[in-house]
Structure formats: C-alpha cells, structure tokens
C-alpha cells in the first residue's frame, strides 16, 4: 500500500473516533451549566435570607462582617462544586474531552494569539461605545466613578472579590460556556448560531437588563474568539482583561462580565 494512501486512512480513522467521541456526548454543556447556575440560585437564596434576617449590607466594612463571609462562602461552594464537577468529566472522558471543550493550547502561535485578543478587545469597545454614551448620556444612568467598589471592604472580602473578576470569572465562565455549552451546542446547530446562542445565555446569566447588551457583544468576541484559536485560554484572557479594564478604571460598576 502507497504511504500516502496509509496516512489517509489513518487521518480518516481519527477523524472518526473524534466524530463518535462528539455525536455520544450530546448537549455536554448543560450539565455544568445548570450546575452552576443551580449552585449559585440556592446560595444566593440563602444568601438573600441571610443579609434580611441580619439587616447587612454589601459594603459591611467590619472585619468577620455577615455579608463578606456569606459571598466568599457562597462564591467558594458553587466554584468548589463546578469544580470538581469538571475534573471529574475530564478525568472520566479523558483527552478527548479536555480537546473537546478547548483545554489546550491556541491553534496559532503565542504573538499571533495574543495579537487576536488585543485586536478583538479594541473591536469590542469600539461596538459598546454607542450603547455605553446612550446609556450614561440619554438614559439618566449616572457614570460609573472612578473608584473601585472594594473601596472600603473588608481586606479578605476585597481580595475574594478581586481574584473573583480577574481570575475565578474568567476560568469558570468560560470553561463552562465557551468549553462545554458552545461545543455542545456545536453538535446540533451551525457555528455561528452556537456562539450567538451561547453569547444571549451569558449576558442574561448576569441578570442585568441595563447591562444585557454590552455582554451580548462581550460573549460574541469570546465565542469568536474560542471559534478562531480552538482554545479556551484566550477566552480566558480577554475576559479577565475586559474585567480588569472596568475593575481599575470604572469600579467595575458596568459591563464586567
């Protein structure tokens, strides 16, 4: 038999096995989606409870204060319970999976990468800025000052909420989202259609009406983003780079996915 014909059938082969590894795992995506999303309903509950039963607030500056260690611990069961949820699956399914959902690296090289995430975070500001002037301008919505919202909150609670923005957000949105919903929605629509779909389910997951717009645009540029690379880390990355961004510059007060 000729090598080339060899190496065709052998390419054939894992093309297959990639094709049955996707079509048995339909809808792979929900699963921790509504995990999360499960976690973070019956926490908040309890949360809610607990700051009317105690009459806190969010920015309870006292050290121990009932709000801050209600979010940590709430923020802290629902990533623990994601968590290993998504460790075991990958452990379970194996390689595959972690290919799969994109935990690995960006097909490109590291400068073009890079390159793509810069390119794509100035494409997105420049989409949000008519929406951003309207809304801060026409609606009567006041500008978000300067100064970080952890202004003034107790130092654990403060550090929580940074790393929360900047490194938990990111990994965990996007793993989810990016990773296992878009992939899983890839096995029953088009490309395109996933990453709107999956775009509409982001921004509505953060329950902001005002906000539901700019996060819209946010979750297309991710999903684009994961779509070009094949990878979940550069979604990563341009997600804690556009949190970074309103956390230093605007308190993080809009647009923060």
Not at 108 to 124: Q, S
Not at 151 to 166: D, I, K, S, Y
Request: aromatic share 10%.
């Amino acid at each position: 038999m000729p090598s080339g014909s060899f190496d065709d059938t052998m390419a054939l082969s894992v093309d297959a096995i990639n094709l049955d590894s996707r079509s048995s795992l339909p809808w792979l995506g929900f699963k921790p989606l509504c995990l999360w999303l499960g976690v973070e309903l019956a926490l908040g509950l309890v949360l809610g409870f607990s700051l009317g039963f105690l009459g806190a607030d969010f920015q309870a500056t006292g050290p121990w204060n009932p709000t801050a260690v209600l979010t940590i611990g709430q923020g802290m069961a629902a990533i623990l319970a994601v968590g290993i949820w998504i460790r075991n699956d990958m452990h379970r399914h194996g390689p595959e999976r972690a290919s799969l959902i994109g935990w690995q690296p960006a097909s490109g090289t590291l400068l073009n990468t890079l390159g793509l995430v810069a390119v794509t975070y100035v494409i997105l500001r420049v989409v949000q800025a008519p929406y951003f002037i309207w809304l801060t301008q026409y609606s009567g919505m006041p500008f978000p000052g300067n100064a970080p919202f952890i202004e003034g909150l107790w130092l654990p609670h403060a550090v929580w909420t940074c790393a929360v923005f900047l490194v938990i957000a990111p990994v965990m949105e996007e793993v989810v989202l990016r990773g296992y919903l878009q992939s899983g929605l890839q096995q029953r629509m088009s490309p395109i259609l996933a990453v709107i779909v999956t775009a509409a389910l982001f921004a509505s997951a953060h329950l902001s009406v005002a906000n539901w717009l700019p996060l819209f645009f946010l979750g297309l540029a991710l999903g684009a983003v994961r779509e070009k690379t094949g990878s979940v880390w550069p979604c990563i990355g341009l997600h804690g780079l556009n949190n970074a961004v309103y956390l230093i510059l605007e308190g993080g007060s809009l647009f923060s996915g």
